[in-house]
């Protein structure tokens, strides 16, 4: 069975395009990524800059790269884990 983090990020590479504009990053995940946050973790070299490509000042997030990145900074809910483990068995 898949987790919840599995699922997320599936989920998210069915709703977000390929290739997108950083600016649309609030609006596209309803605000569950923030753009400014992420702007942030840029400058600081938190994320690789792979997951970024630019045309002209437009600064377009590379899916499937961000997310596989975005992955790593995700937990599940550890409550929730532990009950559907008990449930698993």
Known sequence: MSSCIDQTI?????ALPVIFRGK???RLTG???RWRSIQNLRS???????CFIYSGSK???RRDLFLEWWRGTLR?????AKRRARHDV
């Not at 599936?10 to 069915?14: P, T, V």
């Not at 599940?76 to 929730?80: D, K, L, S």
């Open 10 to 14: 599936l989920e998210f590479q069915q």
């Open 24 to 26: 649309e990053l609030d």
């Open 31 to 33: 605000k569950a990524i």
């Open 44 to 50: 600081k070299r938190v994320i690789p800059p792979e």
């Open 59 to 61: 600064v377009l997030v």
């Open 76 to 80: 599940e809910n550890t409550v929730a």
